[in-house]
């Protein structure tokens, strides 16, 4: 499955930023538990979010708690990370992957880059203070 992140940019601090992905035509998204990574420079890439192959229910980095939204609409194959009052700490390369899932399957342990099976390339998001 290919994985397209986008909506990336530089804002100032406190701002807002909505990233989007995308998966190939072919792909059913909807099959799929998707999740959001970042990469800061200098530091290892590590779990923002994740959201149900059906959207009800989504897990948060306690960094991001109540600041970001994951949603998705799986009717045009997309899913999205909605950032609110961004901080310069966010400021990294976010990723999506996905993983092939049932209906049941407990997304809340889904927060190590080997729980998924794809990945799409980053998209770099740089808040300035």
């Known amino acids: 499955v290919q994985l397209q992140a986008s909506g990336g940019g530089l804002v100032q601090a406190g701002a807002s930023l909505k990233l989007s992905c995308s998966t190939s035509r072919r792909a059913a998204i909807s099959r799929m538990a998707v999740g959001w990574f970042r990469q800061a420079p200098g530091k290892e890439r590590e779990f923002v979010s994740v959201?149900?192959?059906?959207?009800?229910?989504?897990v948060y980095a306690d960094s991001v708690k109540g600041r970001f939204t994951i949603s998705r609409d799986n009717a045009k194959n997309m899913v999205y990370l909605q950032m609110d009052n961004l901080k310069p700490e966010d400021t990294a390369v976010y990723y999506c992957?996905?993983?092939?899932?049932?209906?049941?399957?407990?997304?809340?342990?889904?927060?190590?880059?080997?729980?998924?099976?794809?990945w799409g390339q980053g998209t770099l998001v740089t808040v300035s203070s």
């Open positions: 959201v149900s192959r059906g959207g009800s229910s989504q």
């Open positions: 992957a996905s993983r092939d899932t049932i209906l049941t399957w407990d997304i809340t342990r889904m927060t190590k880059e080997s729980d998924y099976q794809s």
